[in-house]
Nanobody, 115 residues
Framework: QVQLVESGGGLVQAGGSLRLSCAASGIAFSMNTMNWFRQAPGKQRELVAS???????NYGDSVKGRFTISRDNAKNTVYLQMNSLKPEDTAVYYC?????????WGQGTQVTVSS
């Protein structure tokens, strides 16, 4: 059974930092591109960052230069380091991958940035 479990969310003041983690099980983690998405109230889910099997990265325009995605294949874990957080970063953050041609999502972790 495939599982993605996020952790690390919380409440932080603007300008602060958080690090999200996503622990994966039931998949060949090192062979999967891993993604972080987020969804704010009343808005569509958007791609925040991606990391490929060769650790190439891609970021949404709104987080470039502030967020860093990384992976530890030995721990089957992907991270999202978020710096210089802004109130508009407030959202539920989801870990995602495609496994056997199916979208697979974690349960999400809430990030709230106060002004």
């Amino acid at each position: 059974q495939v599982q993605l479990v996020e952790s690390g969310g919380g409440l932080v003041q603007a300008g602060g930092s958080l690090r999200l983690s996503c622990a994966a099980s039931g998949i060949a983690f090192s062979m999967n591109t891993m993604n972080w998405f987020r969804q704010a109230p009343g808005k569509q889910r958007e791609l925040v960052a991606s990391i490929t099997t060769t650790s190439s990265t891609n970021y949404g325009d709104s987080v470039k230069g502030r967020f860093t995605i990384s992976r530890d294949n030995a721990k089957n874990t992907v991270y999202l380091q978020m710096n210089s957080l802004k109130p508009e970063d407030t959202a539920v953050y989801y870990c995602h991958t495609v496994y056997l041609y199916r979208n697979t999502w974690g349960q999400g972790t809430q990030v709230t940035v106060s002004s």
